[in-house]
């Protein structure tokens, strides 16, 4: 089939990408020249393992095109995806959906014979009904007909969540299209996707619901390791120990620092504030939102309770900066929130990272950037584990670090307490 990827992001760049591999044309289009020029030489401008190889093999083939000419895109396209983005808006209440509203006015003047629209991109419920409308106020609405398609993809691991998702939710009561998108995704439902038809607005709202119950899932789990760091059990068991009931499951049920990332913050705020819209009152996701812009003072006071009420001049090392491991995404990443306060305090924060020196921390004074792990932990007083990357899992602490009375700091439980207390490492986790 013949698509158009609006946006070239990490949901448009990586369907497009997908799409083609699975063997149908694809156009990504994006306004921004520079970018754009930059996919065709084969630069990637977003980490994602895999991607820059399936960019390249696609784009020699010729199944993956790049444009900036939305009119001829569209025109040349059976299936236009809407990719682009939907941040918060600044005031924080719900998302800022001027991207959106702005394609579909561009859309609605390259229609010229029936075209299927489809919203990739996290849009509140409703959103697709007032696309159709912005549509139809130039096209008939037996030319168009306007889809829910939303994505799971995870930073990191979005070709695999993309190749071999759990399901594929398409909103659509238009059988025409239904019966299209069916046979578009129809490699992955012969692989044993589950194919699952709604409204568009039950499609909208399955992917905040998702969303904000991974992170009530996860914060569940943070604020039950705070009981059990006074009651002297480790989280680990308890996670193991609820994830086998299969009702509950052991995904996405690891304490760590508070979530962060482009979607979660965003998505469990926008449900909330079309809630608020539609006067309900989502009290649980309420919580949520509230108890993990908690965590990170939470933490922070760990730290210094770690270091007795002083982090003045003392040498504090981050591994991993970014919201998580396979990613080199800092929004709103812990990181951002805790490393600040404690340089303020009078720290010195030294940090590594994967995925290289970190624009966010740049301007911040006795923040430094440590080219790799020894150098970064050579001089440290408290050594802070930040995100899951595996290269942090086989650290010789002992033969690297200088100080003799170094203390670890592991806010993924990557290490066990046991091994640490065997090697003699003054040794703190997360829910233990
Ligand atoms: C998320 C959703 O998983 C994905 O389906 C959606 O399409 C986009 O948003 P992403 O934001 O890339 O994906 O990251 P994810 O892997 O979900 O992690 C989100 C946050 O939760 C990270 O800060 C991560 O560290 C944290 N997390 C995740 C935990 O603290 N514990 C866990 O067990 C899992």
Redesign the pocket.
Known sequence: MKLCMIGTGYVGLVSGVCFSDLGNDVICVDHDKKKVEKLKRGIIPIYEPGLEELVLKNYTNKRLKFSTDLKDSISNSDIIFICVGTPSKKNGNGADLSQIYNVAKEIRGSISKFKIIITKSTVPVTTGDEIEKIISQKVSKKLFSVVSNP??????EAIR?FIYPDRVIIGTMDKKSNNVLKNLYSPLISKGTKYVNTSRRAAELIKYA??AF?ATK?TFINELANLCEKIDVNIEDISIGMGLDKRIGG????A?PA??????PKDTKAIINTADKFKTNLSVIKSVIKSNDNRSSLLLKRVFNILNGNVKNKKICFLGVT??AN?DDMRDSASLSMIPSLVKKGAIVNYFDPTGEKYDLKKLKNVNFSKNINSAIRDANLIIIHTEWNDFKSINFKKEVKSKNFIIFDMRNIYSHTKMKELKIKYFGVGH
Request: aromatic share 20%.
């Open positions: 994505e799971f993809l995870r930073e990191g969540d998702s969303n991974l996860i995904r996405f049920l690891r760590g979530y962060g990332g482009s979607c979660f919201f998580k990613t």
